[in-house]
C-alpha cells in the first residue's frame, strides 16, 4: 500500500533539515550542518545515528554531536 499524503508529508519535514545539512557539508557551511542537523535529529531521534554513519559528514563528527 502506499503512504497516505499526510505521511509522506510528514517524511519529507523530518528529511528537509538532513538534506539541509547535506547541503552545507557540501558548501563547508559547518554552522548550516550542525543547526540542521540538530533540528533533523529533534524531529527524528533515529536521524542521528544515520548521520554518525553517513560520510557526507565524516568532516563535521563533532559538529552533528
Avoid: W
Amino acid at each position: 500500500s502506499t503512504p497516505s499524503n499526510s505521511s509522506a508529508a510528514s517524511d519529507v519535514y523530518k528529511r528537509q533539515d538532513y538534506l539541509m545539512a547535506i547541503v552545507g557539508a557540501r558548501t563547508n557551511n559547518a554552522s548550516l550542518v550542525s543547526s540542521s542537523i540538530k533540528s533533523a535529529i529533534a524531529k527524528d531521534p533515529s536521524m542521528a545515528e544515520k548521520a554518525a554513519n553517513d560520510r557526507e559528514f565524516a568532516k563535521y563528527a563533532d559538529a552533528i554531536k
